[in-house]
């Protein structure tokens, strides 16, 4: 053969398998840059599954207090019962209808209806201070005329 500069003359020697380095250029085949590229993907695709995965976005709780809560039932208001002992009568009736309550009157006599300025609280029950539902009943024990 003659010295032809056009032509490429073939290495000596063994040819270089697959995914080694040739030793002509000292770089890493198209085979090994691949298997190596492929580990790695499969690596980060067991690291993923490792660690559970995407997790979703933490989900968000709003909570609204209404204003009003109520059970569908009544519901029952209690008032503090004022104090009346040492009133005259209509002005103790006065008190009890303006907290909400009915007055049941005791000691008025046969007609002591007509005259109730004359008369004056003595005593009440329940006592003053205790909570009685709206609309409840106090009793008055009167005395005078």
């Known amino acids: ?11 000596d020697g063994p040819a270089a398998s ?27 695709v067991l690291l993923v599954i490792a660690l559970g995965g995407p997790k979703p976005p933490p989900a968000r709780t709003i909570t609204k207090i209404s204003a009003a809560i109520t059970t569908g039932g009544n519901v029952i208001v209690k008032v503090r019962v004022p104090e009346l002992v040492g009133l005259p009568l209509p002005d103790a009736r006065d008190r009890l209808r303006a907290a909400g309550f009915n007055a049941d009157v005791q000691g008025l006599g046969l007609f002591g209806g007509l005259f109730e300025s004359d008369y004056q609280v003595t005593g009440q029950l329940p006592a003053a201070g205790t909570f009685l ?13």
């Open 18 to 44: 697959p995914g080694e380095p040739s030793e002509s250029t000292g770089r890493p085949s198209w085979l090994l840059v691949a298997m190596v590229g492929a580990g790695g993907f499969l690596a980060g």
């Open 133 to 145: 539902e709206r609309g409840g009943t106090v009793r008055l024990l009167v005395s005078g005329g």
């Open 1 to 11: 053969m003659t010295d032809d500069p056009t032509r490429v003359k073939a290495p």
